[in-house]
């Protein structure tokens, strides 16, 4: 097929989401979907006693998949209305069934309820995505978790961790953002088939005035479509608020992925941990030797699209005028089916990344050896403490040496000297030979091994044995 050069295209279109969640918000998609809900209303109508017959169930069933798009594309630019374009279409290749289709419900019967559908699909793809990136940081966690590497605060230099505790971090973000977004799954609810404004008066009608009928007309459909039940009360439309909480939902996992995109970006800087590389590609077009961190700067990049945007449901629910307006439908038909495809494309990122984290166990030790005398000064302290020493006068002669060290680093770009410095102060009644056989990376992680193993066994390794079936996920990166 020619390309079309000559018009936008959206990025989500062609580079960067997984196919099943670019067909989740597919015209196909939502057509199919409205054609679903209308059967399902036609059948819990028949169940109820409405003079509706199974030939005509059985007429739209047949032409449930076959969607004419050409007649509802014809049909809107006359009507200017895309739900009554496709009730025609519908009606012209169901010609027995063409006056019971779309019986007694406002356009928001299917707008509204394949909205929450396609939402609540597209949750499921984003929790498999979840859990397996979940699974690949958890055998990283567990690889490295006695490899000792310096610990940042503020991006200094401090109390050594080790490379497998600090990816407990990361994991334990993403298992936030999993409790959000399983909560939000469970408590999703249909809209309904609620009338024009919410009071049902078009199926009271309908049912002469019998209210019991109306009830069970919500929840056969729920039924129907796979929910537990209906929002109890709603206008035209379900509370925009659903919208704006599965938007924030998104943007706690973009928050996690930015983070960890962050860490790779600073850990790739200083060569110690690397996101993969492939074999062919380019870094740079003009310096050749780059390996940038790509894949992690575009995770950043995306994860701010979502942040950001996750402030459009929020304004739009605020704003919504009584029963409803309609400056949600432009705005929410973008800002939604995009926060789900970036996030997806995130995931996707991320278990490439996590999957395939490159580590420099020369370079972090390097890094370690060159700033461990500075971690060491507390153990000399009470060391010498013990031996009976003066700890605040002890605090102060290891604080000027540490600062004169750190002088001879930064200004002359010597080695650290911490330890020939303390070893020639009498205070601390200690050899050179004796401070280098304390310096151990091992010996200043504190209980970081321990920790990352008690975390893997207590929190991660029951999350994913009750989730096994969803693992096995492979990342697909396209660009």
């Known amino acids: ?30 057509f199919t979907t409205w054609r679903k809900l209308w059967i399902a209303l036609a059948e819990s109508e028949k169940e109820l006693g409405l003079p509706i017959t199974d030939e005509q169930i059985a007429e739209l069933k047949a032409h449930a998949g076959d969607i004419n798009y050409d007649v509802a594309k014809a049909r809107e630019k006359v009507v200017r209305h895309d739900v009554m374009s496709h009730v025609y279409a519908y009606g012209e290749q169901c010609p027995a069934a063409k006056g019971i289709i779309h019986l007694g419900a406002t356009s928001c019967f299917v707008g509204d309820n394949t909205d929450i559908m396609i939402m609540r699909e597209g949750l499921l793809i984003i929790r498999g995505k979840l859990i397996n990136t979940i699974a690949r940081l958890a055998d990283f966690a567990d690889k490295y978790k006695d490899m000792p590497t310096l610990g940042f605060t503020h991006y200094q230099a401090a109390q050594p961790t080790t490379v497998g505790k600090r990816a407990t971090l990361w994991i334990q973000d993403l298992l936030m953002d999993l409790d959000d977004l399983d909560y939000l799954v469970g408590s999703l609810k249909l809209r309904g088939a609620k009338g024009t ?16 009928k109306c009830r069970k007309l919500d929840a056969m459909i ?65 310096m050749a030797y780059k390996r940038n961190p790509m894949r992690s700067e575009r995770m950043a990049s995306l994860a701010n699209l979502v942040m950001a945007g996750s402030l459009n449901p929020q304004i739009t629910a605020s704003t919504q005028w009584f029963e409803r307006t309609l400056d949600d439908s432009a705005n929410k038909r973008v800002s939604v089916s995009e926060a789900f495809l970036a996030v997806d494309s995130i995931l996707e990122l991320y278990m490439n990344v996590s999957e395939g984290l490159v580590v420099y166990p020369g370079v972090i030790r390097q ?9 060491a000064s507390e153990n000399i302290i009470m060391d010498a403490v013990k031996r009976g020493g003066d700890r605040q006068e002890l605090h102060e002669h290891i604080r000027v040496h540490s600062m004169e060290a750190a002088k001879v680093v930064k200004e002359q770009g010597l080695p650290n000297d911490l330890l020939d410095r303390v070893a020639a102060d009498p205070i601390f009644g200690v050899t050179r030979g004796e401070l280098e056989a304390a310096l151990k990376p091992e010996l200043y992680v504190g209980r970081a091994p321990g920790q990352t193993a008690e975390f893997l066994e207590k929190h991660v390794k029951p999350l994913l044995a009750e989730n096994a079936g969803v693992l096995g996920i492979k990342a697909e990166i396209n660009v």
């Open 222 to 286: 729920a039924e129907k479509m796979g929910f537990s039940g209906t929002y109890p009360v709603t206008g035209q439309t379900y509370s925009r608020k659903v919208d704006s909480r599965v938007l924030s939902v998104l943007a706690g996992i973009a928050q996690s992925a930015h983070k960890f995109s962050n860490d790779i970006r600073l850990l790739q800087h200083m060569k110690e941990v690397e996101e993969p590389f492939e074999k062919t590609q380019i870094g740079s077009s003009a």
């Open 197 to 212: 404004t919410g009071t049902q008066a078009s199926f009271m009608e309908l049912f002469e005035g019998d209210e019991d």
């Open 1 to 30: 097929m020619q390309e079309n050069y000559q018009t936008y295209t959206s990025a989500f279109s062609e580079r960067y989401p997984s196919k099943e969640m670019k067909y989740l918000f597919s015209p196909e998609k939502k």
């Open 367 to 375: 890094h370690l050896m060159a700033e461990l005398p500075f971690m």
